[in-house]
């Protein structure tokens, strides 16, 4: 991982800063643009459902876990792993159905 963990994607309408998972604003519907920890966490979370380009709300981030929502499921993630996952601010709408 760089230095500086945020970088821009100048190709996509959606450009923004990338951030950590652990940043996240309660609400915020964002992409999923990579995870910067070993294969076993990236293995772990395919199997919750969380492919990187996924889409997802951030439903609840204070404290310990944070919680997210993906089509009808919700996943709390540890706020150590949530600092390894790289997201980017999504311009779409409503709730996260993919």
């Known amino acids: 991982m760089p230095a500086n963990p945020s970088c ?3 190709e996509s309408p959606e450009a923004e800063i990338y951030r950590s998972l652990d940043k996240a604003e309660v609400g915020q519907l ?3 643009k ?3 920890a ?3 966490t990236r ?3 395919l199997s919750m459902g969380l492919p990187p380009g996924a889409v997802f709300e951030v439903l609840r981030n204070r404290g310990g876990s944070v ?3 993906r089509q009808s499921n919700r996943l709390a993630i ?3 792993m949530a600092k390894t ?3 980017q601010p999504t311009i779409e709408h409503g709730s996260a159905s993919r």
Do not use: A, H
Request: proline content about 0%; hydrophobic content about 40%.
């Open 8 to 10: 821009r994607d100048s």
């Open 30 to 32: 964002v992409r999923l």
């Open 34 to 36: 990579s995870v910067n």
């Open 38 to 40: 070993s294969s076993r």
């Open 43 to 45: 293995e772990r979370l």
């Open 67 to 69: 919680v997210v929502g």
């Open 78 to 80: 540890g706020r150590e």
């Open 85 to 87: 996952l790289l997201i």
